[in-house]
């Protein structure tokens, strides 16, 4: 479908068919959800995938009721260890020339930042703990969007018992759920939501 398009008709879906989709497509899906951007590519966000009627019945203790309707739930998840490796991304960014053009400029710049203790305030702490949530966003994101792409529809939930999930699917303290995204046929066609026009975002040009 043409990227326009896409963008266009996804929706919030929230009622789903109960015919199953094909595992290519929840692997497309996936697939889109890995190309995501993500601070050095530590590609932070990992997924569990439940099919299983009993696991989504007793899923539907802790959610929205529709989840269950759903063929396929993605669980997405942060993985807090992936920070672990966050040199090692680096460098095999550099390696394939990600940063050819940029890095003795950047590299230069840093050294000046860092002299008039600049640094702290743009690499600050409390930012980089948003960081794992906004990968995980934008993967969702990406794979809201293949979906669509699929003929899908899905739906963001965070209203969900992180904890009470956690131990549903046997997850442990390494990881952050952070959202579900509940994936199947449509079985309506929602009318376009209302949105702010762009003259009312744009807060001012400079
Ligand atoms: C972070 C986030 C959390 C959301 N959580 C829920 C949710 O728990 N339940 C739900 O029905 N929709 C949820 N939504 C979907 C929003 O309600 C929906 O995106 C919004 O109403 C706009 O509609 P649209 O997605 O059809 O354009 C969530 C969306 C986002 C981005």
């Known amino acids: 479908m043409e ?14 068919k109960a ?9 497309e899906i996936l697939k889109a ?13 990992r997924y569990l995938v439940i099919k299983n009627p009993e696991v989504k019945e007793k ?7 529709f989840v269950k309707s759903a063929p396929v739930v993605i669980v997405c998840c942060a993985y807090k260890k992936a920070w672990n490796e966050q040199e090692k991304r680096f460098l095999e960014l550099k390696e394939i020339g990600a940063f050819k053009d940029f890095y003795e400029e950047t590299k ?11 640094v702290e305030r743009m690499a600050n702490p409390e930012i980089f703990s948003y960081y794992l949530w906004q990968h995980a966003a934008i993967a969702i994101d990406h794979m809201m ?7 899908l529809g ?16 046997n997850l442990d303290n390494d990881y952050d759920i952070i959202a579900l995204l509940p994936i199947g046929y449509p079985s309506y066609n929602p009318a376009p939501r209302s949105r702010f026009s762009v003259d009312q975002l744009l807060l001012k040009e400079l």
């Open 33 to 45: 959800g890995r190309l995501a951007p993500s601070v050095s590519n530590i590609q932070s966000t």
């Open 19 to 27: 015919e199953p989709i094909p595992d290519e497509y929840v692997n």
């Open 108 to 118: 230069q710049q840093m050294e000046i930042l860092e002299k008039e203790g600049k």
């Open 145 to 151: 969007l293949k979906a669509v792409d699929l003929g």
């Open 3 to 16: 990227f326009n398009e896409v963008i266009k008709l996804r929706r919030s879906i929230r009622k789903f």
């Open 59 to 65: 899923l539907n203790e802790y959610t929205v009721p």
């Open 154 to 169: 899905s739906c963001w939930v965070g209203f969900v018992d992180r904890e009470k999930v956690r131990e549903l699917v």
